[in-house]
């Protein structure tokens, strides 16, 4: 797949809450980097991230653009909720290698009632 492919794909299994389908997508040493956390490396523990933020929030990606460079994709989305953000995914052969995405946690949590950290 070519990488906007990659991030449609992506997408898809996201917003169906496919943990195990989305691990899938990775590199086994691939990186994913949502700059409100700390990265995850490993399709095993970026699958459990997966897991973990699907059990915590009911998620919906709105794409509003998927644009494509070489090796590079970028995702620009939003949210029934109104919260946007954008991705940046480095795909090779088909696979996410790097990923690195960008949001703002405290609308989100503040929108899923989520706990807010204290520190």
Known sequence: MKPKETVQRFVDLF????????????????V???????PITGKKFIKEMFQR????????????????DGEWSILEWKDPLG???????????????????YWDKLSFLKQHNL???TE
């Open 83 to 101: 919260l946007r953000g954008c991705g940046f995914f480095h795909v090779i052969e088909g696979k996410i290698k790097f990923q690195r995405g």
């Open 32 to 38: 994913n980097h949502q700059v409100v956390n700390e």
């Open 115 to 117: 706990p807010i950290p």
């Open 53 to 68: 933020e699907f059990a915590m929030a009911e998620m919906i990606c709105i794409v509003e653009n998927i644009f494509e």
């Open 15 to 30: 917003n169906k809450q496919d943990a195990n389908g989305l691990a899938e997508l990775y590199h086994d040493d691939a």
